[in-house]
């Protein structure tokens, strides 16, 4: 499974931004895809996840201000981030299982995208 991730980029506080990941390669009827993202010097930290029956699940730190969506069709999940914090800045990875996992974590994905910079400007 390769995972194509796009989107990112600078934008200024209270601003918004998309990013996209696209599965490719063997998938798989059930499984669980998500964003995480790592700032510097700091873990990666799980940000949004939906699986294959459209079950979501946020950070606190997101809730209200970013929507994850999936188009199964596509094995394909976007991010929508809008009202941006400084504080949001950092390098933001996809990432998928194969299967349905109750929450994301590090050392539970399958499979990672390359990561994407998102720079919020205060």
């Known amino acids: 499974v390769q995972l194509q991730a796009s989107g990112g980029g600078l934008v200024q506080a209270g601003g918004s931004l998309r990013l996209s990941c696209e599965a490719s390669?063997?998938?798989?009827?059930?499984?669980?895809m998500g964003w995480f993202r790592q700032a510097p010097g700091k873990e990666r930290e799980l940000v949004a996840q939906?699986?294959?029956?459209?079950?979501?699940k946020y950070a606190d730190f997101v809730k209200g201000r970013f929507t994850i969506s999936a188009d199964s069709g596509k094995k394909a999940a976007a991010l929508q981030m809008n009202s941006l914090k400084p504080e949001d800045t950092a390098v933001y990875y996809c990432?998928?299982?194969?299967?349905?996992?109750?929450?994301?974590?590090?050392?539970?994905?399958?499979?990672w995208g390359q990561g994407t910079q998102v720079t919020v400007s205060s």
């Open positions: 990432a998928s299982t194969e299967g349905v996992r109750v929450t994301l974590t590090r050392q539970n994905v399958d499979y």
């Open positions: 390669g063997r998938t798989f009827s059930r499984y669980t």
């Open positions: 939906i699986n294959s029956g459209g079950y979501t």
